[in-house]
């Protein structure tokens, strides 16, 4: 199931909107505790304060049991208690168990001032009231308030807040977007300036320099796109050089076998047309082998990047006579003239190489070992074998050395020896890939591949390194 894009500017506004109602909803539902409370205090106090006024007002009346126990209630002293809006009832205490009402509001409680005095709460018609009953000389005063107006006004007071927090909150939601649509307009210019650049443009990307965030993303991309076009040209000059090189024994070859065409239709000698076929099977194998080189340098150069396996102990000293035996064998079935080499280790026992490590897997460590050795027998000259010395390195790595009594090279040559098809002479043996393919392998390893002329012939020295915590920590 593919997964839609995510869009940065909707999970920004999102993720604002969430952060803000989580904070301000916390903010509110701590504020909500105190608002109640707050309000139930005022309103406590203005049962207080009514109670008290209406005592006062009542005083100035100076009512007594005696001129009550018959007398109406007045209706100015009716008037006073209910233009406060507060329930409220006032009552004379005649003894200790009798109390005369003297005036009531219709919604007060019925017997209110007959409780003790302070806070408290009644019940009338299913519905609780909130209560406050004065003793002042005789007198009891008692004012109420029902406790569902009390929730009424506090749900009031919270739609009151509420409907600005809901208009801030869309108008935040508006700006982060607004906002955030200029503040990304950079990645569209960056995309853009993508979408229409050719697939063969190798400059730079200049959308997003000027961008702190976006600055290390447009460098990373312009140093992928170099490199990318550095890979190109790489392979447009391997391929140019390979057509080159495979181009001659083509021509050879076509030219031979032409040859022997002409020489077996005609009155030719036999020995013409057996010469030019053996120069023709000549070129097929000088073909092969440079085909088999190419092969092994894409193999090397195309696993530069992939996870190396390590060589260790005893399994450097095997890998290395097996490239001797293995050279030896092409020198005899070649027929070089040469096809003897010999191997000096040092040290000689398997003890001292039992904790030393290359970062190469033991056939590579072969192929760039035979390589070495066959470019070694094919320039040997004299009576004397090629040497091959394996010895042991600083800090835990390998030095491998080839030398050969052949005519060697200068020192210009020794550098150029190592660039591809390179070969001293165009007649010369060889496909002048050998020693590109060894010097790969010494690199992926962290290593070298370096050239010195011995006078006579030709030193090779390969250094391949011990590999670091990091390269091998996932090799176990």
């Known amino acids: 199931m593919m997964r839609l894009p995510t869009s940065l500017r909707l999970r920004l506004v999102l993720c604002l909107g969430l952060a803000s109602c989580l904070l301000w909803g916390g903010v509110a539902l701590w504020r909500s505790y105190s608002l109640e409370r707050e309000l139930n205090a005022m309103l406590d106090e203005r049962l207080v304060a009514s109670a008290k006024m209406v005592a006062g007002i009542v005083h100035q009346f100076q009512p007594t049991p005696e001129s009550a126990a018959g007398a109406a209630q007045p209706a100015d002293l009716q008037t006073v208690i209910g233009r406060d809006g507060v329930a409220c009832e006032v009552s004379l205490v005649r003894s200790e168990v009798g109390i005369l009402p003297l005036a009531r509001t219709g919604d007060t409680p019925e017997n209110a001032s007959h409780g003790a005095a302070g806070f408290g709460y009644a019940t009338k018609g299913g519905k609780a009231w909130r209560t406050y009953v004065l003793e002042d000389g005789g007198l009891r005063v008692a004012t109420a308030d029902r406790l569902d107006t009390r929730a009424q006004l506090v749900r009031s007071a919270w739609r009151a807040l509420a409907l ?16 955030s649509t200029l503040t990304l307009r950079p990645l569209q210019r960056l995309q853009q ?7 063969q443009d190798p400059t730079p990307v200049q959308a997003g320099r000027g961008t702190l965030e976006l600055a290390p993303v447009v460098t990373s991309l312009n140093q992928l796109l170099a490199r990318m076009d550095a890979a190109i040209a790489h392979e447009r000059r391997w391929t140019a050089d390979a057509a080159h090189e495979l181009r001659t024994p083509l021509t050879a070859i076509k030219t031979h076998v032409q040859v022997a065409q002409m020489a077996l239709a005609g009155n030719t000698p036999p020995q013409a047309a057996a010469q030019a076929l053996a120069h023709a099977s000549e070129g097929v194998a000088h073909m092969q082998h440079t085909l088999e080189q190419l092969l092994q340098l894409a193999r090397v150069e195309s696993a530069g990047g992939a996870e190396t396996s390590l060589t260790q102990g005893a399994a450097i000293a095997q890998a290395v006579n097996l490239a001797l035996q293995q050279s030896q064998q092409r020198a005899r079935a070649e027929h070089w003239p040469h096809t003897q080499a010999q191997l000096v280790q040092a040290p000689a026992g398997a003890t001292a190489w039992q904790h ?52 060697g090279l200068t020192e210009q040559e020794c550098a150029q020896a190592l660039q591809r098809f390179w070969r001293k002479s165009s007649n010369g043996p060889g496909s002048g890939l050998g020693l590109t393919i060894v010097r790969r392998i010494a690199e992926s390893a962290g290593g070298s591949l370096s050239l010195a002329p011995a006078r006579p012939g030709l030193l090779a020295r390969l250094h391949l390194p011990a590999p670091t915590p990091s390269a091998g920590s996932g090799h176990g």
């Open 356 to 407: 030393t490590r290359i970062a190469l897997p033991p056939a590579l460590l072969t192929c760039a070992v035979t390589n070495l050795l066959d470019n070694a027998l094919r320039h040997q000259q004299g009576d004397a074998a090629v040497g091959l010395t394996l010895r042991l390195g600083e800090g835990g790595g390998v030095d491998i050395e080839v030398r050969d009594h052949g005519p």
């Open 164 to 179: 600005p927090f809901a208009l801030a909150l869309t108008t935040l939601l508006l700006l982060v977007w607004w906002i």
């Open 193 to 199: 300036e993508l979408r229409e650049r050719a697939p």
